[in-house]
């Protein structure tokens, strides 16, 4: 078709503010990590607190996001999306007023409640804006803005937290939402709305020519229970979606207290900044191969389905990290392995929904499917806290996370073991409300 050959690239300049919300949605949650061993000196906040205080974020973050993939398919990826980031920056800012662990729990449930609405949002512009065919990579891409925020974290906010107290990094990464705001009223429209899109490109986008006679109404949620298609995703992140929030808020921990650099938060933030530039490689070339595999001729589900699988492979040798015979540098590279191979995968599940799914639905069940990542990682914490007190009382932390490293190295194949076991033969999904 000519048309496709001459589309136009606004779509990527869309891509790119999501992007941009998704490194500041990183940048403000991946704080209080950094400033962790600042927090336990300064405030007397331990491993059980701490666990807590995250696990306040979690549970709260599973509430917003099936209530923010709901609002989002009703009110539209524009309003939500703005009013998530506008709820969420103040959160992060209001951190600064946080003076022990009920208070810091708080502001953390703020934050959680209110960042939910990224990636339903983010998952449904996706589907407006992209054919099913570059998805994965436009996910891919946006999707690398955890990495970024997590990176920019470690270099950044211990030069603040050092020079202005660790009070100012939560005030200036929280304003950062607010510029990016600006931008997103200014540039962003749905693709029927948007004057600045051609006709090609317009036209290029709707190829797929899916529900084009169906309701613009969204989905109630029990009627998208009935799909295996939803529980399957539901099940995948609840599985993995963890031991991302493991990596994020306990490998600076593991870096001060296994690997030897003390509480100087200043000393870890090369180590981290370095996993995290690995995992931005992993989620862009995560999309870039499945989608690769379905311009060789490949069917969604099947080049999604082998992408994870390598992926989940390339998990397993995190459990090495914690052995005492390799080096610092040689532990941090197997939990960049990880951590990027996670985000490989991470672009590849998000995309199965609105591979499943009609756009309309998009946004509720990635909502749905965040819950069980975030129920997840408020279980892990609780988990990840008691083991690390324990071994901590006894003196042997390190073998805390030799526990908690064999955890991630295995929920990947299991997780895609279900997955493809239980996947239905009719990969797409038809509303019938």
């Not at 991946?30 to 979690?58: C, H, N, R, T, W």
């Not at 317009?202 to 298609?229: F, G, M, T």
């Not at 000393?267 to 996993?275: D, E, M, N, W």
Request: proline letters at 4%; hydrophobic letters at 50%; glycine letters at 10%.
């Amino acid at each position: 078709m000519p048309e496709i050959k001459t589309t136009g690239n606004y779509r990527w300049t869309v891509c790119a503010l999501i992007f941009f919300a998704t490194t500041v949605n990183y940048l403000d949650r991946q704080v209080i990590g950094i400033l962790k061993p600042m927090l336990e000196s300064d405030l007397g906040i331990g491993e059980k607190a701490y666990s807590q205080i995250i696990m306040a974020f979690q549970l709260s973050y599973a509430i917003g996001m099936v209530v923010a993939g709901r609002l989002i398919d009703k009110f539209g990826t524009k309003l939500g999306y703005g009013v998530s980031v506008i709820l969420w920056s103040i959160a992060a800012m209001g951190h600064a007023l946080a003076k022990g662990t009920f208070s810091f729990g708080f502001w953390r449930a703020f934050l959680g409640v209110s960042e939910a609405g990224n990636f339903p949002a983010a998952i449904k512009t996706v589907a407006e804006w992209f054919p099913k065919r570059e998805r994965a990579l436009a996910t891919g891409i946006f999707n690398s803005g955890t990495n970024v925020g997590a990176i920019v974290a470690p270099l950044a906010v211990p030069a603040m937290a050092v020079a202005w107290g660790w009070q100012s990094a939560f005030i200036v990464t929280g304003a950062i939402g607010f510029i990016w705001l600006i931008f997103w009223f200014i540039f962003y429209e749905i693709p029927e709305k948007q004057r600045k899109l051609s006709a090609g490109e317009l036209a290029y986008i709707n190829s797929d020519n899916e529900e084009k006679e169906e309701s613009p109404e969204p989905v109630k949620w029990s009627h998208l229970l009935k799909y295996r298609q939803t529980w399957l995703f539901f099940i995948g992140k609840g599985l993995t979606d963890p031991i991302w929030w493991f990596y994020l808020f306990w490998i600076p921990g593991w870096l001060a207290q296994v690997r030897g650099t003390g509480l100087d938060i200043k000393s870890f933030g090369l180590p981290l900044a370095f996993i995290y530039t690995a995992t931005t490689v992993g989620s862009i070339g995560g999309g870039w191969l499945s989608s690769y595999l379905i311009k060789r001729g490949m069917t969604p589900y099947k080049a999604r389905k082998i992408a994870m699988l390598i992926f989940a492979i390339l998990v397993v040798p995190i459990i090495f990290a914690s052995s005492s015979t390799i080096s610092t540098w040689g532990a941090v590279g197997l939990i960049a392995l990880a951590a990027s191979a996670h985000q490989a995968w991470s672009a590849n599940i998000y995309t199965t929904v609105s591979d499943a799914f009609p756009k309309r639905a998009v946004s509720s069940v990635t909502g749905i499917g965040g819950m069980a990542g975030a129920l997840g990682g408020g279980f892990i914490s609780y988990i990840a806290g008691a083991i690390l007190e324990h071994y901590k009382n006894l003196g042997h932390i390190e073998t805390g996370y030799v526990v908690m490293f064999t955890i991630a190295a295995s929920m990947y194949l299991i997780a895609w073991t279900i997955m493809a076991v239980f996947a239905p033969k009719n990969k797409t999904v038809i509303l019938t409300n």
